[in-house]
């Protein structure tokens, strides 16, 4: 076999450099992210801390993982931006780590050789100073793209583009950067079912076209919104797997801790039963995960694939470590107090984000070369 066309060989377990990152990024969240804080930013209507961000994307730096240093990044890896976005979803952090250092971050990759504005905008990106989002609605997979057919247009759902500082407009004519503040730019905020990561419907007027930065032309934006598209679906498994990681260890905790009839309900054979299949299932999606970020990582062909074979299992993982999490908490379980209510509402948002799970089952067949049901 041609070593050009050799299997990329999976490497699924950590190194100890992201090790070391993990442990940062837990500990900065630990101290400035607990669940009270986060549900009392999302009920007031401002689920993003500023200085978390900073803390995050600035001063550690994870914000330029996936830029090349020339470009003014890390020079990092998919591996490390996957790593970081386990502990965002272990913390439910409300961060527009996604949707600006991988999605937005992506597609300026793409198109940084089309031109010096795609660059310059990478390296505030990189930097922590600004966030992008890009202007697609938040459920649209790779293979569902459908562009507007200009810059004057109305997009429902856009993730994080509320609090974006430029948007990213990708249509049949090309892609543009459009700064939120600019006159012509209507950002209303929607009420999303997961508070931590705010929705909107943006609309660009014709006041708005003319004063946006043309970034890469139509045949180079459409190839650089789906590898954007790609990558956030391959790494949003990441936070899937954190999120639903944390679900099992405090769902086992609880279940040591709680006592019925004189012994730790964890004890008991069904729910015993019920937190071992949990834990095979956290199992596979880690390998899924793992998979996905070490295949886009190495550039992969195969990459589209184990995108869609993560996104695939992981999103309903997610969402059953949650609902396992509430239920088995008993009656504190359905509080508001307790966080469980917010990892379900994670949870379930994830799952129909950057394609539901069907739409990347379908994926997964057509690449693998499986036949269509009739």
Request: aromatic share 4%.
């Amino acid at each position: 076999m041609n070593p050009t066309t050799a299997p990329h060989p999976a490497d699924l377990l950590y190194s100890e450099a992201e090790e070391d990152l993990r442990a940062a990024v837990r500990a900065l969240l630990a101290d400035r992210n607990d669940p009270a804080r986060v549900a009392a930013r999302a009920e007031e209507g401002t689920p993003y801390d500023a200085g978390l961000w900073k803390a995050l994307a600035a001063d550690m730096g994870v914000a330029g993982l996936l830029v090349p240093e020339e470009l003014g990044g890390q020079g990092a890896s998919h591996r490390e931006a996957a790593v970081v976005l386990e502990e965002l979803g272990r913390a439910i952090a409300p961060a527009p780590y996604l949707t600006s250092a991988v999605v937005a971050t992506e597609v300026l990759l793409a198109c940084a050789t089309a031109g010096p504005a795609a660059s310059s905008l990478l390296g505030d990106l990189a930097s922590g100073r600004r966030t992008a989002a890009l202007v697609v609605p938040f459920a649209t997979g790779p293979d569902a793209l459908r562009l507007p057919g200009g810059t004057v247009c109305t997009v429902t759902a856009v993730a994080d583009a509320a609090t974006a500082d430029v948007l990213l407009v990708p249509s049949t004519v090309g892609l543009h950067a459009v700064e939120r503040a600019e006159a012509g730019v209507d950002v209303a905020p929607l009420v999303p079912f997961d508070l931590t990561r705010p929705l909107a419907t943006v609309t660009l007027t014709e006041e708005a076209a003319t004063a946006a930065t043309p970034l890469a032309g139509a045949e180079t934006a459409l190839a650089a919104v789906r590898r954007g598209l790609t990558a956030g679906a391959g790494l949003l498994a990441s936070e899937q797997l954190g999120l639903a990681e944390w679900c099992l260890g405090e769902t086992v905790r609880y279940t040591k801790e709680r006592h019925q009839f004189n012994r730790p309900v964890g004890s008991f054979q069904a729910l015993k039963h019920r937190m071992a299949q949990l834990w095979l299932e956290v199992v596979s999606a880690r390998a899924a995960a793992r998979n996905a970020a070490d295949s886009l990582a190495a550039g992969s062909p195969d990459a589209p694939l184990a995108a869609a074979l993560a996104q695939a299992y992981c999103a309903r993982v997610a969402v059953h470590a949650a609902e396992e999490c509430v239920q088995l908490h008993g009656g504190v379980g359905m509080t508001w107090e307790h966080p469980a209510h917010l990892y379900l509402k994670r949870a379930k948002a994830d799952s129909i984000a950057l394609g539901t799970p069907g739409a990347h089952r379908e994926t997964v067949g057509r690449l693998a070369g499986l036949p269509t049901p009739a």
